[in-house]
């Protein structure tokens, strides 16, 4: 069974502080990573999608990367309007099923 | 505007009392599915939709129905609600393009079942 977990659940940074969350996978081959913005009350909003090993997608002031094992989403001089939950989610080869972890609560104090 | 969407946004009811959420998306895309979101947990398939008239069951499907009669429309039904169905529903669609399943999610259903 597909596994997602990331790290931390909760994540306070102070503005212009920058950092990194952890998504860390297990799936029988690897279709596709995807990052997800989640703000209170709303539905998740797509991020970037990541299909390999060694790819790197940037907006912003985000940059998602991928290993074989584990993906980073790298907040760069986070602003408060960066506070959001952020989802990682994995769809593995040969499936079209996403498996979502828990998420990771980021909150950017002025 | 190319969107999901969902209604009603919020719904209190009692249990028992058959309900339905409808989900409707204007992008013609073939794949719609519908989650749970619970603290701690994160989202959960309830059912999942490839195309018209071809649906079939996530991870967490009991209590729950669907219909895809038409390509731009999935309703999520509770015959008979009960608390433990208490939580926040999305609904999502996709264009499998490439065997990539990148969902675009509706702005959530806030259930509570008393």
């Known amino acids: 069974e597909d596994q997602v977990t990331q790290s931390p659940e909760a994540l306070r940074l102070q503005e212009g502080e920058s950092s990194s969350l952890n998504c860390s996978y297990t799936?029988?081959?690897?279709?596709?990573l995807f990052w997800y913005r989640q703000d209170p009350g709303k539905g998740p909003e797509f991020l970037f999608t990541?299909?390999?090993a060694g790819e790197e997608k940037e907006k912003e002031r985000l940059k998602a990367t991928l290993t074989k094992k584990e993906s980073f989403l790298h907040i760069t001089a986070p602003k408060p309007e960066d506070s959001a939950t952020y989802l990682c989610?994995?769809?593995?080869?040969?499936?079209?099923?996403?498996?979502f972890g828990a998420g990771t609560t980021v909150t950017v104090r002025a | 505007e190319a969107q999901v969407t969902q209604n009603p946004r919020y719904l209190i009811t009692v249990t028992g009392k058959k309900l339905t959420v409808t989900c409707s998306q204007n992008?013609?895309?073939?794949?719609m599915s519908w989650y749970r979101q619970d603290p701690g947990l994160g989202l959960r398939q309830i059912y999942y939709?490839?195309?018209?008239?071809?649906?079939d069951k996530g991870d967490v499907p009991e209590g729950y129905k669907v219909s895809r009669k038409e390509k731009r429309n999935f309703p999520l039904i509770l015959e008979s609600p009960s608390p433990n169905q208490t939580s926040l529903y999305f609904c999502?669609?996709?264009?499998?393009?490439?065997?990539?399943?990148?969902?675009?999610f509706g702005p959530g259903t806030r259930l509570t079942v008393l």
């Open positions: 939709s490839m195309n018209v008239e071809v649906t």
């Open positions: 990541l299909y390999s």
């Open positions: 799936v029988s081959g690897l279709r596709g």
């Open positions: 989610a994995v769809q593995a080869e040969y499936d079209y099923k996403l498996s």
């Open positions: 999502a669609s996709s264009f499998i393009s490439g065997g990539i399943n990148e969902q675009f």
């Open positions: 992008m013609n895309h073939e794949y």
